[in-house]
């Protein structure tokens, strides 16, 4: 397999309503496309999860673009692939920039999937046909319309709800989700904004009985979790503080979580995602998928690796129409009281909207791989 052609979109989305974290309110998603063209004219799609501003991590899409331009594609030129695999080898070279790789590696991905006439899911090693989903709820004006939120989700069937929480919107809100749903799996997602001197607030969770308090300290840290989780009963869960198998094997060792969420544009794509799956499948720790607000590219390789035996946990992989007036795929990624059942065409299974996607691109060039030139 040689990859002879990439194209690269700039798209523009509108959400359907704010998605408010302890980080910031999202009000539409900027983000790059990515379109993998192989000798044979097969092709295959990736998409970056990085934001159009450092508020995550220090990626953003124009950063992504550079990286792509300047590195990983002439990285590509000339090579050979017979698996994807093989991608992260190729990009080694290049430190960090995982939403850049995880783009192009997941394309890839796609495009052997199709070669192979295989559904991703079963290229990656996946086993299930349905998978569990949860759904995540932003900061919300106040608790009466959170509380709406969550009335509506239950109803839907969803598996799981992630609310998410910071300093003064946090005790108070999960005391009064738990008063009117006692047994609701539920669980708090942080984004980094706490610090160690909050430990005492934290340990008030603990009589929640959550499913787990995800990323409460700093989103490089793991000694502090460490601590934090020798006194708390509740499970910290490890978001953005995982890069790679070498992070989660520390933070394993050290104690400083019980669950790991898996990114895959987080950790550098499938690949490396596998690999952490796997290593956790083998400690003993639970696994589940994050989303970062992805259309239907990015949601349909989450779906895939969400299939591997050791996602035991409802991801955040709600239906597009959650997001989206429209989404960029045919059929759009839907859920069924809590499920979503996977798709059986070969690669990611959806259909990109090449039309729709247009109408949402705003930039958009062409690499030729034989010459390195841009063709538009």
Same mark, same amino acid.
């Given at each position: 397999?040689?990859?002879?052609?990439?194209?690269?979109?700039?798209?523009?989305?509108?959400?359907?309503?704010?998605?408010?974290?302890?980080?910031?309110?999202?009000?539409?998603?900027?983000?790059?496309?990515?379109?993998?063209?192989?000798?044979?004219?097969?092709?295959?799609?990736?998409?970056?999860?990085?934001?159009?501003?450092?508020?995550?991590?220090?990626?953003?899409?124009?950063?992504?673009?550079?990286?792509?331009?300047?590195?990983?594609?002439?990285?590509?030129?000339?090579?050979?692939?017979?698996?994807?695999?093989?991608?992260?080898?190729?990009?080694?070279?290049?430190?960090?920039?995982?939403?850049?790789?995880?783009?192009?590696?997941?394309?890839?991905?796609?495009?052997?999937?199709?070669?192979?006439?295989?559904?991703?899911?079963?290229?990656?090693?996946?086993?299930?046909?349905?998978?569990?989903?949860?759904?995540?709820?932003?900061?919300?004006?106040?608790?009466?319309?959170?509380?709406?939120?969550?009335?509506?989700?239950?109803?839907?069937?969803?598996?799981?709800?992630?609310?998410?929480?910071?300093?003064?919107?946090?005790?108070?809100?999960?005391?009064?989700?738990?008063?009117?749903?006692?047994?609701?799996?539920?669980?708090?997602?942080?984004? %980094?904004?706490?610090? *160690? $001197? #909050?430990?005492?607030?934290?340990? !008030? &969770?603990?009589?929640?009985?959550?499913?787990? @308090?995800?990323?409460?300290?700093?989103?490089?840290?793991?000694?502090?979790?460490?601590?934090?989780?020798?006194?708390?009963?509740?499970?910290?869960?490890?978001?953005? %503080?995982?890069?790679? *198998? $070498? #992070?989660?094997?520390?933070?394993? !060792? &050290?104690?400083?979580?019980?669950?790991?969420? @898996?990114?895959?544009?987080?950790?550098?794509?499938?690949?490396?995602?596998?690999?952490?799956?796997?290593?956790?499948?083998?400690?003993?720790?639970?696994?589940?998928?994050?989303?970062?607000?992805?259309?239907?590219?990015?949601?349909?390789?989450?779906?895939?690796?969400?299939?591997?035996?050791?996602?035991?946990?409802?991801?955040?992989?709600?239906?597009?129409?959650?997001?989206?007036?429209?989404?960029?795929?045919?059929?759009?990624?839907?859920?069924?009281?809590?499920?979503?059942?996977?798709?059986?065409?070969?690669?990611?299974?959806?259909?990109?909207?090449?039309?729709?996607?247009?109408?949402?691109?705003?930039?958009?060039?062409?690499?030729?791989?034989?010459?390195?030139?841009?063709?538009?």
């Amino acid at each position: 397999m040689r990859i002879e052609q990439i194209t690269v979109r700039k798209l523009r989305m509108n959400l359907k309503g704010p998605f408010t974290t302890s980080f910031g309110t999202f009000r539409e998603k900027i983000f790059l496309l990515v379109e993998v063209k192989d000798e044979l004219g097969n092709t295959g799609w990736g998409e970056s999860v990085a934001f159009d501003a450092p508020w995550y991590n220090e990626e953003t899409y124009k950063t992504n673009w550079i990286i792509l331009e300047d590195f990983l594609i002439p990285l590509l030129e000339g090579k050979e692939i017979e698996h994807p695999s093989e991608v992260n080898d190729i990009f080694e070279p290049i430190r960090k920039n995982n939403m850049a790789k995880a783009m192009v590696e997941g394309a890839i991905w796609d495009l052997y999937a199709k070669r192979t006439n295989q559904p991703l899911w079963k290229a990656l090693g996946g086993t299930r046909e349905k998978i569990e989903v949860g759904i995540s709820i932003g900061i919300q004006p106040d608790i009466e319309t959170l509380m709406s939120f969550i009335d509506t989700y239950v109803a839907e069937g969803y598996k799981r709800i992630k609310v998410k929480i910071k300093p003064g919107w946090d005790v108070e809100v999960i005391r009064a989700i738990r008063a009117k749903y006692p047994d609701l799996p539920l669980m708090a997602d942080a984004n %980094s904004c706490y610090r *160690l $001197e #909050d430990i005492d607030m934290l340990k !008030e &969770l603990d009589d929640f009985n959550l499913m787990m @308090i995800e990323q409460p300290l700093a989103s490089d840290d793991i000694i502090d979790h460490a601590h934090i989780q020798k006194v708390l009963k509740t499970p910290i869960c490890l978001d953005e %503080s995982i890069h790679s *198998l $070498e #992070d989660a094997r520390k933070a394993v !060792e &050290l104690g400083s979580c019980k669950i790991i969420n @898996i990114k895959i544009g987080r950790v550098g794509g499938l690949t490396e995602s596998i690999k952490i799956h796997d290593y956790c499948k083998e400690q003993g720790l639970d696994v589940w998928c994050g989303g970062m607000l992805e259309s239907g590219i990015g949601r349909a390789h989450n779906v895939a690796i969400t299939t591997l035996s050791n996602f035991t946990m409802p991801g955040d992989t709600a239906s597009a129409d959650r997001y989206w007036d429209k989404d960029i795929t045919e059929p759009i990624v839907t859920v069924e009281n809590g499920y979503i059942t996977v798709p059986t065409a070969s690669g990611i299974g959806y259909e990109p909207n090449i039309s729709l996607m247009e109408t949402f691109t705003e930039e958009k060039k062409v690499y030729n791989l034989r010459t390195l030139n841009t063709v538009q």
